[in-house]
């Protein structure tokens, strides 16, 4: 797999993937978080988010690549009317997925997790303050090992 243009496997060795990310100028990486750190590109005049990759005892565990979309309203609808469409499929057990909203009118969060046998795809919509964004993140292994049962970080 490759992220913002480094080729990556689960297992290598954190030093090593951290290092050939800082060798890139237009590449940044923030860690937010213990041993996770989120992958920034730097494309025009502005930063965008690629991803992020997480470690465990020095080896790399999860890759995730971001596609997001802020103004794009076909993306929005599409994202809108696929979280409507599994989150009713997912009542009578059609397919293995999960939603999740914080059912705040004012502030939506949709977002729906399609569960695949190595990775997860994670579509959703935010709406803030009279502006929407979409995005879809894929997950590498997958997030979720049980049913209703998030993997722990």
């Known amino acids: 797999m490759s992220l913002a243009g480094v080729d990556l496997r689960l297992g290598m060795a954190q030093d090593s993937v951290l290092a050939k990310f800082a060798a890139i100028t237009n590449v940044k990486l ?34 995730s690549f971001a596609d997001c979309s802020v103004e794009d309203k076909p993306a929005r609808t599409l994202a809108k009317a696929f979280y409507s469409a599994v989150a009713s499929g997912a009542k009578v057990g059609l397919v293995d997925v999960w939603t999740g909203t914080n059912d705040d009118a004012n502030n939506p969060i949709y977002d729906v997790h399609v569960v695949f046998k190595d990775r997860e795809i994670v579509i959703g919509t935010v709406s803030a303050r009279d502006s929407e964004s979409a995005s ?13 049962a998030p993997a722990a970080r």
């Open 136 to 148: 879809v993140t894929t997950y590498f292994p997958r997030l979720r090992v049980s049913d209703k």
């Open 30 to 63: 923030n860690e937010i978080g213990s041993n996770w750190y989120a992958v920034d590109v730097k494309r025009l005049d502005r930063w965008e988010a690629a991803g992020d990759l997480s470690f465990k005892s020095g080896k790399l565990i999860r890759i």
